[in-house]
């Protein structure tokens, strides 16, 4: 039987962490399955579990300087719920598993959870979203792609607890998502694409690529997106090729249960190409 702690606030929880090491539970729908050890067996916590839920501190969605914080308990359904989130990021989010989940899920934990295949985590990188880490006597601020460093690790020490997510509040005039899986519901990604660009007086000013579940990590480059800033619509499309070939060597997919290395690489850049072809 393993220890539960339900406390008030943040500063208490954050002062538990000072004293002992925890497994944190949110949502617990990634964290659960990852810890069942079968049918009717309870699953293996190692650790007391500090239940973080409720902690209103950790649920608020608001703007400040221009950008928007997600508290990393607020659920999905709240993310889809909010009046400041984008579009193209509730659309996203819309797509992840099934309604009962997104009502427990939390966008921390399937940040935390560092997969590749996160269905979150193409949007925060491309829109380089930083989250925010509290410990008891120290705060810090990271970038995405700094915070998770491999797949399923991440660079949180034992005494911190994620507390925020914060992006840019800014929405693009063109925006691309398609998600493959095994069906439309409840699907595990196979390759996800999320494309976005602003457009004026018919040239790019701004572009952001970004897959899921095609190589190690979310494979987004600010080196090629630079390289077709300022390019006018017609001529992006006359390049498409040539930008395939530099995603190309970034995309380093493998086979598992849910597809096949060669299909997520030929899906891939046929999404890419997709996008850059009808950016309108």
């Known amino acids: ?21 925890c497994t944190i539970m949110a949502g617990g729908t990634d964290l659960m399955v990852q810890r069942t050890r079968g049918f009717a067996i309870a699953p293996d916590f190692d650790k007391p579990l500090l239940f973080i839920e409720h902690l209103k501190e950790l649920k608020k969605i608001y703007v400040e300087d221009n950008e928007i914080h997600i508290g990393a308990c607020a659920i999905l359904t ?7 989130v984008p579009e193209i990021f509730k659309d996203m989010i819309r797509q992840m598993a099934s309604p009962p989940t997104r009502n427990m899920a939390t966008i921390a934990g399937n940040i935390c959870n560092a997969s590749p295949a996160g269905d979150t985590l193409p949007y925060l990188y491309a829109v380089n979203a930083k989250v925010v880490l509290r410990s008891k006597e120290n705060n810090r601020t990271l970038a995405i792609e700094e915070f998770i460093t491999a797949p399923k690790k991440t660079c949180i020490n034992s005494d911190e607890i994620l507390t925020d997510i914060i992006i840019p509040n800014k929405t693009f005039s063109y925006n691309y998502y398609r998600k493959l899986g095994q069906r439309k519901g409840m699907s595990l990604t196979k390759v996800s694409l999320l494309g976005m660009a602003d457009i004026n007086d018919n ?4 572009i952001r690529i970004a897959l899921g579940s095609v190589a190690a990590g979310i494979v987004h480059s600010t080196e090629i997106e630079k390289k077709m800033i300022s390019s006018e619509v017609e001529e992006l499309k006359q390049i498409s090729e040539a930008i395939l070939k530099q995603y190309d060597g970034l995309i380093r997919p ?17 999404l890419i190409k997709d996008f850059l072809e009808n950016i309108v």
């Open 1 to 21: 039987m393993v220890d539960g702690i339900h406390l008030e606030n943040l500063e208490q929880a954050l002062d538990i962490l000072s004293k002992q090491q």
């Open 203 to 206: 040239t790019i000013t701004d």
């Open 254 to 270: 493998i086979d598992d249960a849910r597809s096949t290395a060669i299909y997520r690489k030929k899906a891939s850049l046929r």
């Open 78 to 84: 709240d993310i889809i719920d909010s009046d400041i």
